[in-house]
């Protein structure tokens, strides 16, 4: 693979834009534009969103706000692999996302469907570019055990149309937005990507990206955004846990991890959030949420001191392992 500096979008901490595309409850369009609002002004620049989410309806907020501000000032990333169509059947539900915009949402691999997804994306924001594209889901979590199938036509398709988009400086970077690991690593293999978003793979409650995914961005110079760094709220005290109801071994394993912090004093959200920073390779942890008090608090929760010793004890009594970098 050619010998170059991967874009990366900044950090330590992005805002992540699922829960702004009416997931599992609908967010009133003044408290999505405060929410936003209160992310610039609590310094972010690193924006994620996505054409799933809503369908349609996060795009179109992120864009109200970010317009409006100078367009070199934060890193846009959205992400391709499904295209909206206009369906009023559908009522603006899709998955977890309630009450969005009336469009079906169809999923496209190949290079003519990702180009025209960037420039729906760009018609949805209201702007002239994004900065990455990531290449959402072609993992065995959202297309079974057709995944490599899927997997094969997106590196032929969409990861070669992203290539060419990159050389022609439409967008800055390309990557993956998954769940999973193992498309990640293959990818690497096949391909040139600059950035991965991996959500739920790197986490207090869930390492498998550590060992597997981690070296080998290390040694192509490769980034990863951090999603999930709650696990789905688990972490930060919710009862979800990969968008379901948490089983009772990972509540277990959450009431173990909140049991060190509250020893040392420590809350749980930060020594999650600075977890997932502390490894090299992340270039920044993406949270997402529904209110701009939340938005203002998680910036804190980034700088809030953590003693060396809960980290230690982490460790010691297993519930990390001990090759995970934790912060200084």
Not at 157 to 176: D, F, N
Not at 177 to 193: I, Q
Not at 264 to 284: E, K, M
Request: hydrophobic share 40%.
């Amino acid at each position: 693979m050619p010998d170059r500096k991967h874009f990366a979008p900044p950090g330590p901490i992005g805002f992540g834009g699922a829960p702004l595309g009416n997931m599992f409850e609908e967010v009133p369009d003044d408290v999505a534009e405060a929410t936003l609002a209160a992310a610039w002004d609590a310094g972010i620049r690193y924006f994620d969103t996505a054409p799933e989410y809503g369908p349609g309806i996060s795009e179109h907020r992120f864009g109200h706000v970010l317009r409006n501000r100078p367009r070199d000032e934060f890193v846009l990333s959205t992400k391709v692999g499904r295209l909206l169509r206009a369906d009023a059947s559908k009522g603006g539900q899709h998955g977890p996302f309630v009450k969005g915009l009336p469009f079906r949402v169809d999923y496209d691999y190949t290079a003519d469907g990702v180009r025209r997804s960037i420039e729906d994306s760009l018609q949805r924001l209201g702007m002239a570019r994004i900065d990455i594209a990531y290449i959402h889901d072609c993992a065995e979590d959202a297309h079974g055990d057709r995944w490599l199938e899927v997997f094969d036509t997106a590196m032929k398709g969409a990861a070669v149309a992203l290539t060419q988009l990159r050389e022609e400086g439409v967008i800055r970077g390309w990557g993956l937005g998954v769940n999973r690991v193992e498309p990640c690593v293959m990818a690497l293999e096949r391909a040139d990507p600059d950035v991965f978003l991996l959500a739920g793979r790197y986490s207090l409650l869930n390492q498998p990206a550590l060992d597997t995914l981690f070296p080998r961005c290390q040694e192509r110079g490769v980034h990863v955004v951090v999603g999930g760094p709650y696990n789905s709220g688990l972490i930060a005290g919710g009862k979800n846990f990969e968008y379901q109801e948490a089983p009772p071994d990972k509540v277990a394993a959450r009431d173990r991890l909140a049991e060190i912090a509250n020893r040392h004093g420590v809350d749980l959200r930060a020594a999650a959030l600075q977890f997932c920073a502390a490894h090299p390779v992340v270039a920044s942890v993406i949270p997402g949420t529904k209110n701009p008090p939340r938005v203002q608090e998680n910036v804190a929760l980034m700088k809030q001191p953590i003693p060396a010793d809960f980290w230690r004890e982490l460790k010691q009594a297993g519930v990390l392992p001990e090759q995970a970098p934790t912060p200084a």
